[in-house]
């Protein structure tokens, strides 16, 4: 249930509100953006009476949220979150973001070479995991904390903020001191624990969609973190599985308006998880353009036929240089 109240309601009817929410054993959580004050109302464990507020003064609508996910839900917040950095970059709706780089950190100058070209070509966030999810054990696990200490170093020479994944809740702690943005991967997307974590930092969380998750799953993982108090989410569409073997993932766009209907957070796309080969990242990074996302992560690496990590749907430079060229004649976030 969401209480609005009327806008020249004072503080004190807000108290009010909150003090009755608390009396009856249940969370009051203010919702933020707009011209009123609303109040959500949490861990009801069945319908609340909407009477028992209607009559309050400053009270103007008692709104019961028939979502699963409420401080995720659109009937919470209408308005689009909106995240803004320290240095005035704001990710969200009419804000449109390029998020690039290799999938791993593999040395300073392997990082600084392709974080310079990114940036020249538009990017304004840089993203490299120190600490990588892989399907083997024996494949590359990625730098641990020297690696966050080169994107730190990339941050900056660079100016481009830090985008990285935490696996653990081990890995969580030192990602959060040194990223900008903590990403909880695919594989982590339902693991409760790592999102309860991850809802405590104090820091923006991208989520991406799990190999196999419904919108209402991701939805409910991202509820999670704002359950938590962070109500910095940014949802990430990469992919999930298909059934044909000329793409790594079936790329879903119909989540990017889906997701606007359902939710108030940011949707991002990653064409390149999806695609899994590099002549395939930037037609669906134009289709995710066109469908309305609120920016790209885009993997890009200088020498992707030595890369560590996901060479194969990494693209080149100049690659990726062409791409935000052809962005920007689709005039991203223009038609959302
Ligand atoms: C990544 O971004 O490098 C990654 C591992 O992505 P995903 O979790 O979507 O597979
Ligand atoms: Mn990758």
């Known amino acids: 249930m969401l209480i609005v109240m009327d806008k020249d309601a004072t503080p004190a009817q807000i108290e009010a509100v909150v003090a009755k929410i608390q009396g009856l054993g249940y969370v009051a959580q203010p919702i933020p953006g707009g011209e009123r ?3 959500g109302i949490l861990r009801n464990p069945g319908p609340v009476d909407p009477a028992l507020f209607l009559d309050m003064p400053g009270v103007i609508q008692a709104i019961p949220v028939s979502k699963p996910y409420k401080l995720v839900s659109r009937e919470m917040k209408r308005a689009d979150t909106l995240i803004t950095f320290p240095n005035g970059l704001t990710i969200g709706r009419g804000h449109f973001v390029l998020i690039a780089g290799p999938c791993a950190v593999e040395s300073e100058t392997q990082a600084l070479t392709i974080a310079h070209a990114v940036k020249a070509a538009g990017a304004q966030f840089f993203r490299g995991g120190a600490y990588k999810p892989r399907t083997s054990p024996y494949s590359y696990q990625g730098l641990g904390e020297p690696g966050l200490k080169i994107l730190a170093k990339v941050r900056q020479e660079t100016g ?3 985008v990285t994944e935490a696996v653990d809740t081990d890995s969580l702690k030192l990602v959060a001191e040194y990223a900008d943005v903590v990403q909880i991967g695919a594989r982590n997307m339902q693991n409760f624990s790592l999102l309860r974590q991850a809802g405590q930092v104090g ?3 991208l989520l ?4 196999y998750a419904t919108l209402q799953e991701w939805l409910m993982a991202a509820e999670y ?11 990430c569409e990469r992919g999930i599985r298909g059934i044909g073997e000329h793409a790594r993932n079936l790329l879903d766009l119909a989540t990017i308006p889906a997701v606007r209907r359902e939710s108030h957070l940011p ?3 990653d064409p390149s998880h999806a695609a899994g080969r590099r002549d395939l990242v930037a037609p669906l990074a134009r289709a995710a353009v066109a469908a309305g996302c609120d920016g790209l992560m885009v993997e890009v690496h200088h020498e992707p036929e030595k890369a ?3 060479g194969a749907q990494s693209l080149y ?3 990726f240089a062409a791409l935000t060229r052809d962005l920007a004649t689709l005039k991203p976030g223009g038609w959302a």
Not at 225 to 235: C, H, P, R, W, Y
């Open 37 to 39: 004050v609303a109040i």
């Open 160 to 162: 481009l903020l830090i």
């Open 203 to 205: 820091k923006p969380v």
């Open 208 to 211: 991406k969609r799990g190999l």
């Open 225 to 235: 973190l704002m359950a938590e108090g962070n109500s910095q989410v940014i949802l």
């Open 267 to 269: 949707i991002l796309v």
């Open 308 to 310: 560590l990590s996901d």
């Open 317 to 319: 430079p100049e690659q």
